[in-house]
Each structure stands twice: as C-alpha cells, then as structure tokens.
C-alpha cells in the first residue's frame, strides 16, 4: 500500500522558513516524480512545485520561485520542500503527491498524503 | 498561460440525481485532464485521467468526457458519499480549476 507520510509544518513568522519532508513507502520511489499542492483555508488546490524521478529536474509555480526549493533523497524515500521568505499567503496545507505515472513528472497525482499545515503569522 | 473554469462553483443535488460538472480551457489541451473528489479535511482522491479514463477502483457511476476546450464531470446517481468538492487538473500546466462543490439540496 502506497503511504505518504508529510511532516514539518508549524507556525512561522513572516519572513521565516520551515523545511517539509515527506516519507513515502509502499512503492519504487526512485521511479516516481513527486510533487507538492497546496491549500489555503476555505481555496482551492494550487501546484507548487514537482521533481523528476531522479531529482535532477526541478519544477515550481510562479507564486513560489525563487523562495522554495525542492528536492529529494532517494536513500530515504523522502522528498523535501525548503519554505524560505514566507509569506502570510503561504498559509496552507501542503499535500505531497506521487505521479501516476513512472518517470513522467506529469499530472495526474495518483497518490496523496495527509497535509501538513504551514500557517504564517505574527 | 491555460486556465481552467469550472462550472457551477456550487451543485446542489439530491442522492439518485444525475449530476454533471463542466471544467472548460482558455485553448485547446487535447485529452490532458485529471478529475479528483476531495472532502472536507481530506487530501484529494485521483478519479480520472486523460478526460475519460476511469481510475482503478473507482465506481462505474463516474464518468468523464471531452477534449480540446471542454470537459465534464459526470456521476450517473449521486450517493452519499460523493457529497465532495471536485477538481480539474491540467497535465502541462499541472494547475487547477477552482473547484465545484456538491452538495446536498
């Protein structure tokens, strides 16, 4: 059984980082681009950033480049999100999501975890 | 940049009711569009993929149809548990129409 596991959010002050992680489990995850979407309060789901399978590519939306980094560990089974620069907009759930797919990095995310929250305020 | 519109932005349905929701693109995107049903305090469930293809797993009262600019969403007999909030999703763009909710009347 896929399991993603996030974990990492809190309260943080504007201007502030956190780092997320997600452990994933139940599936190869070196063949699996993983991304992260997130939603703020009472929104819409919004993409914020995916990696290829291997690491080595890199995506992000707009609203988040150049603040955030993802990347991955394949060791681990973990992929990692770097919040630097928060903002109050920021304020979400972050899900991670598994593509459908092997060694795609597309749409669709078959698999998604729990969330963690990532709430900024002073 | 392609966006999406989905339409209504509320459903108001009773169970057995045939429901159907429309996600509609600013330029054409071939058959590159996921749905997903997610509910309250949930992380959204993948339903199907390339406008039409139903995801294992998920029941045959789902269905979906279009290409090009247009879209939809259809459940043939609304039961409880797709009381949700449902989401397009473009492939190249990954974004996401704004989402329709539907509930019951």
């Known amino acids: 059984e896929v399991q993603l596991l996030e974990s990492g959010g809190g309260l943080v002050q504007p201007g502030g980082s956190l780092r997320l992680s997600c452990a994933a489990s139940g599936f190869t995850f070196s063949r699996y681009a993983m991304n992260w979407v997130r939603q703020a309060p009472g929104k819409g789901l919004e993409w914020v950033s995916g990696v290829s399978n291997s690491g080595d590519d890199t995506y992000y939306a707009d609203s988040v480049k150049g603040r955030f980094t993802i990347s991955r560990d394949n060791s681990k089974n973990t992929v990692y999100l770097q919040l630097n620069s928060l903002r109050d907009e920021d304020t979400a759930v972050y899900y991670c999501?598994?593509?459908?797919?092997?060694?795609?990095?597309?749409?669709?995310?078959?698999?998604w975890g729990q969330g963690t929250l990532v709430s900024v305020s002073t | 940049d392609i966006q999406l519109t989905q339409s209504p932005s509320t459903l108001s349905a009773s169970v057995g009711d045939r429901v159907t929701i429309t996600c509609r693109a600013t330029q054409s995107i071939g058959s590159w569009l996921a749905w997903y049903q997610q509910k309250p305090g949930k992380a959204p469930k993948f339903l199907i993929y390339?406008?039409?293809r139903l995801e294992n797993g998920v029941p045959s009262r789902f269905s979906g149809s279009g290409s090009g600019t247009e879209f939809t969403l259809s459940i043939s007999s609304l039961q409880p548990d797709d009381f949700a909030t449902y989401y397009c999703?473009?492939?190249?763009?990954?974004?996401f129409g704004q989402g329709t909710k539907v509930e019951i009347k």
């Open positions: 999501a598994k593509d459908y797919l092997p060694q795609t990095s597309s749409p669709p995310f078959q698999h």
């Open positions: 390339r406008a039409s």
């Open positions: 999703q473009y492939y190249k763009t990954y974004g």
